[in-house]
C-alpha cells in the first residue's frame, strides 16, 4: 500500500454516512478521496449476511461485535446452529433494516444524484395488534377504530401537517406523549401514537420521543403520498443493504481515490489548529502517516474525541457536551421457520407487556416476514422474521447487567408463538442480538436537533463529522443520509441539501 500518495479527502469509516460524503466530493467536486475502514468490509451497521458463509460462529459473531452489538442468546447454541447448516438458504441483516419512505428515501435522493441508483422492494402493508387481535391498516380507516376515534386521530395528524417549521421548533422539548395528551384522552388514540412513535424513531415509549421530531419525521412520507397502510418503508433485494454501500464506494474509486479495509486509524494529526491527516496501524506493527488537509469522521464523535484526536485540541465545553448526549440502542431478534406462519407482507406493530419492574411500560415490537416480499431471504417454502425493540442504550446495558435482557427475549418469542398459530411447532432457529448504540443522539425531547452536533469540529480547521451525531431528523439510514448532505455542504459551501426535495430539509 502506497502511504505517500496524495489524496485532497480522507474519510475515516465506511459506514453509508462516510461513503456519501466521499462520493460526494469525489463526482461533484472533483476530489481524490481516501475512505479508511478498519473492518474487513464497506458498510458499517449496514452489513448483510448470507447463511451459507457462515461456516463458524465467529462469522456472525464478528461483524456484530464490530457494530457494538452483542448476542444475548441463540436457539439452539450458536454453535449447533452453525454445525447444523440451520442458515443455509437465509439471508438477513446485522440488525432488521429497512429504508424509511422506501425509494423516496434521503438515501435514495442521494444514489440517484450520483447516478448509481437502487431497487426498493416497498413494503406492501402494515399491521396494528389491538386487544389481542391483528388489524391490517386501510386507506380510509383504521378496523379497530370506530368513525368518531379515526377522525380525532386524523384530525391530530392533520394539524401536524399543517404546522409551519417554527410551530414545530416549539415542540422540540415536549414528548409526543404530552402533546397528544393534551390534546385527547381518547384511550385507542393515545396507544396508536405511543406505538407508531415509539417504532418511528426506534424509542420504547412516547414519553420518551420528541414531539417536534415526530412531526418532521411523520410527515415526510405523507408528503410524498405515501400512507400508513403502505409501510412507508422499503427493503432490498440481492445484496441487500450493502448495495448501497458498493455503489457509494464505486463512485470514489471512479474519479481515482481509493476504498480501503482493515486500516486501523490511530489518531488524526493535528498543527495548529488544522487536521493535517491521520495515522494508521499498518499489519506490519508500525505507524504510517497519510496527509490531507481535510478529514472527515464518520466515526461517532465521542469516539473520535476520546481515542482519534490529541486531547487538548477541542474546547472543553464541546467535549461536556458530547459525553452528556444520550444515546439508543436495539434488541433486534431473527426467527427461522420451516413453514410460513405470517400473512400481511409488511410492517407488524404491538405493544407486549412484560411483568417486571425494570419495563413497567412493557415493550414496543415491530417485526416483519421479509421472505413474504423480497426473494431470497429465506428457502423455498421457509420464512424469516426480523424483530425491533428499541430501547435507551442505558437500559439495554442495565438489562444486560441483570440478565433481564432474557425477558424481553422470553416475551417477544412468547407474543409471536401465542399470536400466530404454528410458529413454536415451524421455528427452526432462533438468534437474539443487541446493539448498544443505534442512534449516537437519541431525538429526546431535551436533545432532539440543538443538542446534536454541526458537521465542523470546533477547534479544528478541517475537520468534519458526519452520521446520526449531526444535526439531523428522520433517524437511522435517512437521518445519516441527512448529515452526509449537511457535511458536505459545510465543506464545500455548496447547498447540497437542494438534492433534496423540499418537505426532506424542512430545517
Not at 368518531?148 to 386524523?154: A, G, L, N, S
Not at 399543517?162 to 385507542?188: C, F, G, I, W
Not at 499498518?282 to 496527509?291: P, Q
Not at 429526546?444 to 451525531?469: I, R
Request: charged share 20%.
Amino acid at each position: 500500500m502506497d502511504n505517500s500518495a496524495s489524496f485532497d479527502a480522507i474519510v475515516v469509516g465506511a459506514g453509508l454516512g462516510g461513503l456519501s460524503v466521499g462520493a460526494i466530493l469525489a463526482q461533484k467536486e472533483g476530489k481524490k478521496v481516501l475512505v479508511l475502514e478498519r473492518e474487513p468490509g464497506i458498510g458499517g451497521r449496514a452489513h448483510h449476511f448470507k447463511g451459507d458463509l457462515i461456516n463458524a460462529p465467529q462469522d456472525y459473531l464478528g461483524p456484530l461485535a464490530a457494530s457494538t452489538g452483542w448476542l444475548v442468546r441463540s436457539e439452539p447454541d450458536l454453535q449447533s446452529i452453525v454445525d447444523d447448516r440451520l442458515l443455509a438458504g437465509y439471508s438477513f441483516e446485522l440488525g432488521m433494516h429497512d429504508i424509511v419512505n422506501g425509494a423516496h428515501s434521503r438515501m435514495c435522493h442521494i444514489l440517484e444524484s450520483l447516478g448509481v441508483p437502487v431497487e426498493i422492494v416497498p413494503l406492501k402493508a402494515c399491521g396494528f395488534w389491538v386487544d389481542g387481535e391483528l388489524h391490517e391498516l386501510k386507506r380510509g380507516s383504521f378496523p379497530w377504530m370506530d368513525r368518531d376515534t379515526y377522525t380525532e386521530m386524523r384530525t391530530i395528524l392533520a394539524a401536524m401537517l399543517r404546522m409551519s417549521v417554527d410551530e414545530v421548533r416549539k415542540h422540540y422539548r415536549e414528548s409526543l406523549a404530552d402533546y397528544v395528551q393534551a390534546r385527547t384522552q381518547n384511550p385507542k388514540v393515545l396507544e396508536f401514537f405511543d406505538i407508531l412513535g415509539a417504532f418511528t424513531v426506534g424509542m420504547n415509549s412516547a414519553r420518551e420521543l420528541s414531539a417536534g421530531e415526530f412531526i418532521l419525521i411523520t410527515r415526510m412520507p405523507m408528503a410524498a403520498g405515501l400512507h400508513f397502510a403502505d409501510g412507508t418503508l422499503g427493503q432490498m433485494g440481492g445484496e441487500s443493504f450493502m448495495q448501497i454501500a458498493h455503489n457509494l464506494a464505486s463512485i470514489v474509486t471512479a474519479a481515482g481515490g481509493a476504498v480501503r479495509t482493515e486500516q486501523r486509524v490511530t489518531g488524526i494529526r493535528v498543527v495548529d489548529g488544522r487536521a493535517t491527516g491521520v495515522t494508521i496501524a499498518g499489519a506490519d506493527g508500525h505507524t504510517y502517516d497519510i496527509a490531507s488537509d481535510l478529514v472527515v469522521s464518520n466515526v461517532p464523535i465521542s469516539l473520535t474525541i476520546d481515542r482519534l484526536l490529541p486531547s487538548d485540541v477541542v474546547p472543553a465545553d464541546f467535549v461536556k457536551h458530547v459525553h452528556g448526549l444520550r444515546s439508543s440502542g436495539a434488541f433486534t431478534p431473527i426467527f427461522g421457520l420451516r413453514t410460513s406462519v405470517v400473512d400481511i407482507p409488511g410492517m407488524l406493530m404491538a405493544k407486549v407487556p412484560i411483568d417486571d419492574p425494570a419495563l413497567q411500560d412493557g415493550i414496543v415490537l415491530g417485526y416483519e416476514a421479509h421472505s413474504l416480499f423480497v426473494d431470497g431471504k429465506a428457502p423455498h417454502g421457509k420464512e424469516i422474521i426480523e424483530c425491533w425493540v428499541g430501547l435507551d442504550t442505558f437500559q439495554l446495558r442495565e438489562l444486560k447487567d441483570t440478565g433481564k435482557v432474557n425477558l424481553v427475549a422470553d416475551a417477544v418469542r412468547d407474543f409471536l408463538a401465542a399470536q400466530h398459530p404454528g410458529f413454536a411447532d415451524a421455528l427452526e432457529w432462533a438468534l437474539y442480538p443487541a446493539f448498544d448504540f443505534v442512534v449516537s443522539v437519541a431525538p429526546t425531547p431535551e436533545q432532539a436537533w440543538d443538542a446534536m452536533l454541526d458537521p465542523k469540529c470546533p477547534g479544528v480547521d478541517g475537520l468534519f463529522f458526519v452520521g446520526e451525531s449531526v444535526k439531523n431528523y428522520g433517524g437511522f439510514m435517512d437521518g445519516v443520509a441527512y448529515t452526509a448532505l449537511l457535511t458536505a455542504t459545510a465543506i464545500t459551501g455548496t447547498d447540497y441539501l437542494a438534492i433534496l426535495p423540499p418537505y426532506q430539509r424542512e430545517l
